[in-house]
């Protein structure tokens, strides 16, 4: 099956400074891939998302590039602000498999004023 | 959007006993929900997927017995943990699709802590 992985586990920046969060799947299928942001007790919240056919997707200060020859994608936030603070997972679809999303193991970004 | 609603919130039960968790679908038809669980400060780990009017399947090192997932209709799957331990104390959340789209919609999770 599908195999995320993801780095760092921890991420402390400035407030203002850019954060990237990098993931890499095993799985070739995957054909799409979502980054969530979840806050403690609640939901994964949808953030960006890249398909397979696309290397690079934006939404303002937020950005997801994807290499699919090496098998990895990341996640780009510019001008980091405290209330980016969160986990930040990543995670991978196989379409042709029912649809089940793997995750990574998660990335606490620490924003500091 | 749409929206997927997990009821309770929270639960405490005491060991040995079981406990059911709601998934609902409110603005949509779901034949395919899943289930997870996440301890604290892991991530989410896909349990089962549930699929309407037949069994579940279950991912590898989850047992079926213990973790009883019933789809019944579109827009329902109930998850009930049976003869609950405190180690199955966690954070359990569902998702699903709305028709061809490849978004999950998560419901607000569950907090099981079991005494």
């Known amino acids: 099956g599908e195999n995320v992985e993801q780095h760092p586990s921890t991420l402390s920046v400035q407030e203002g400074d850019s954060a990237v969060i990098k993931c890499t799947y095993s799985d070739s299928a995957s054909n799409y891939f979502p980054w969530y942001k979840q806050e403690l007790g609640k939901r994964p919240q949808l953030i960006i998302d890249i398909r397979s056919n696309v290397g690079e997707k934006k939404d303002q200060r937020i950005a997801v590039t994807l290499n699919k020859t090496a098998k990895h994608f990341s996640l780009h936030i510019t001008e980091t602000q405290p209330e980016d603070s969160a986990v930040y997972f990543c995670?991978?679809?196989?379409?042709?498999?029912?649809?089940?999303?793997?995750f990574g193991g998660g990335t606490r970004v620490l924003v500091k004023p | 959007g749409a929206v997927v609603s997990q009821h309770p919130s929270w639960v405490i039960c005491k060991s040995g006993t079981s406990v059911k968790i709601e998934c609902r679908s409110l603005?949509?038809?779901?034949?395919?929900m899943f289930w997870y669980r996440q301890f604290p400060k892991q991530s989410l780990m896909l349990m089962a997927t549930s699929n309407e009017g037949s069994k579940a399947t279950y991912e590898q090192g989850v047992e079926k017995d213990k973790f009883l997932i019933n789809h019944a209709s579109l827009t329902l799957s109930t998850l009930t943990v049976t003869s609950a331990h405190p180690e199955d104390s966690s954070f359990y959340i569902c998702s699903a699709y709305k028709g061809g789209k490849t978004e999950a919609f998560f419901g607000q999770g569950t907090r099981l802590t079991v005494v």
């Open positions: 995670a991978a679809l196989v379409g042709a498999a029912g649809n089940k999303l793997t």
């Open positions: 603005d949509f038809q779901a034949t395919t």
